[in-house]
């Protein structure tokens, strides 16, 4: 049973572009992301910022929520977080 801990979340990187993923420990992934040890696409557009966050009941739906977000637009991905208002770009 994986409860709630399994997050999609939102980065805004440093050249302002966003990336997207999940994970179940969001602190640890954030700072990997920091550190160039995450992700391929955000080790070069560092350091990052976590703009928005979505609790999800276990992997498949935050994965399932992930290719949904991967799917918006730029301006849906913007709206979804000024929605949210859990950040600011």
């Known amino acids: 049973m994986d409860g709630l801990n399994w997050v999609c979340y ?5 050249d302002d572009t966003l990336y997207c993923g999940i994970t179940n420990n969001l602190a640890k992934r954030l700072a990997a ?3 160039g040890t995450a ?7 560092g350091p990052v910022t976590l ?7 276990n ?3 935050a994965s399932k929520r ?8 730029r301006a849906e991905k913007l709206a979804l977080v000024i ?7």
């Open 10 to 14: 939102l980065l805004c990187c440093a």
């Open 59 to 61: 992997r498949s739906a």
């Open 51 to 57: 703009v928005y966050q979505e609790f999800c009941a």
């Open 66 to 73: 992930e290719h949904e977000i991967k799917s918006m637009a």
């Open 83 to 89: 929605k949210i208002g859990s950040g600011s770009i």
């Open 33 to 35: 992301h920091n550190a």
């Open 39 to 45: 992700a391929k696409y955000t080790r070069a557009r």
